[in-house]
């Protein structure tokens, strides 16, 4: 999957901005006859353009705060299921039994990501990318699994890995996916909503623009310092991001 840098969309709002400043240089001297490029409509559609600009910066926020608290909570669980092997595997007679705890406990495990990679993969929960919740919905089933194997022939010394212990954990852990997928859900609507305001096709802000700098280009001569600002300022599409 493509990564799509968030900081273009902020930039075409930023020149639409510079674009009403020189406007507003331009005074009497911009007249246009459609409502959508008067300045009135341009400035409304600035304020909510940058609305919804911000409104995906938090909503990335809560993304990325959602998927570390989500990181943080499985921190440390592979030593946990490391002592519950090592107790029960005391009081397992049965071949069969040790293989399938064992196997349990590798699937909980997961796949052991290098320490680049993790970097890599804190990069990218800052752009576009989805970080999938199937790898961490397989490992707490198997977690489950094994709670269900170790209810009936499992017995702790230490509170932390006793059965009761391991339920509340795994309630918690289920609980950080709801948080990282119902944040991404909140993403990826936030950023529904700037993509149809910043780039639909007949309205959007790039597309008024556009419009704006056809008719900068008709009205004015090229002598004058606002003709080469204006037509200048540039403004990209949503294919340039990916």
Not at 15 to 36: C, H, K, R, T, W
Not at 114 to 132: E, G, H, R, W, Y
């Amino acid at each position: 999957m493509a990564i799509l840098t968030e900081t273009g969309h902020a930039k075409n709002v930023g020149n639409f901005g510079s674009l009403l400043v020189s406007i507003d240089v331009l005074g009497p001297a911009y007249n246009p006859l459609f409502e959508e490029l008067k300045p009135e409509q341009l400035k409304k559609l600035y304020a909510r353009s940058k609305s919804t600009v911000q409104g995906v910066a938090l909503a990335l926020q809560v993304y990325i705060a959602a998927v570390s608290a989500r990181e943080k909570a499985w921190d440390g669980l592979d030593e946990i299921i490391g002592r519950i092997l090592a107790i029960r595997n005391t009081n397992m007679d049965s071949i069969e039994e040790v293989e399938q705890i064992t196997a349990l406990a590798n699937e909980i495990k997961g796949v052991e990501v290098p320490a680049d990679a993790k970097i890599m993969l804190q990069q990218m929960v800052k752009f576009n990318v989805s970080l999938s919740l199937s790898p961490y919905i397989e490992r707490l089933e198997s977690f489950a699994k094994l709670i269900k194997i170790l209810d009936s022939s499992y017995n702790s010394p230490e509170e932390q890995l006793i059965v009761e212990s391991l339920r509340s954990m795994h309630t918690s852990l289920t609980a950080r996916n709801l948080s990282v997928k119902l944040a991404e859900a909140a993403l990826n609507t936030a950023r529904a909503n700037r993509n149809q305001l910043l780039y639909s096709p007949e309205n959007g802000l790039v597309a008024v623009a556009n419009k704006v700098k056809a008719y900068i280009g008709q009205a004015l001569t090229q002598v004058s310092p606002q003709y080469t600002q204006i037509l200048g300022t540039p403004f990209s599409s949503i294919e340039t991001f990916s």
